[in-house]
């Protein structure tokens, strides 16, 4: 079974159109090194609770928008060989250089982690 990347973002509202031209061109680096798809999510319908929600995970301001992406990598070895060329020193892909393509929301509020697929359900049935 595949391997789940997840990330939860404030990004400012007005940098909409920003933010997706920083997640085409990173996340086309992610389809080049094993991903099977990336999906990128734009807050649509994301209400406020009342002990937690989406906007307070990230500390979302009131000119924020929530953005929930994901990334399917075929299994986690693949992911973690991604990884390591994205940490690498002497990886000098432009598409890591933050003057070149600034990601244009506060990184240190983005929630993340790696998840394992327990099971999924689609219109065909369970897959296992």
């Not at 994205?86 to 983005?110: H, L, Q, S, V």
């Amino acid at each position: 079974m595949s391997y789940i990347d997840g990330f939860i973002i404030a990004v400012p509202t007005a940098k909409k159109r920003a933010f997706i031209d920083h997640a085409r061109t990173a996340d086309s680096m992610f389809i080049e090194w094993g991903a099977i798809r990336v999906v990128e999510c734009w807050g649509d319908d994301v209400p406020q609770g009342k002990l937690t929600d989406f906007p307070m995970a990230v500390k979302a301001e009131a000119d924020e928008s929530v953005v929930f992406s994901w990334i399917e990598w075929p299994d986690k070895t693949t992911r973690d060989a991604a990884y390591a060329k994205m940490i690498d020193p002497a990886n000098t892909d432009p598409r890591m250089d933050m003057a070149k393509n600034p990601p244009p929301f506060d990184g240190k509020r983005m929630i993340f982690g790696g998840f394992v697929p327990v099971f999924e359900l689609t219109a065909e049935g369970e897959k296992k």
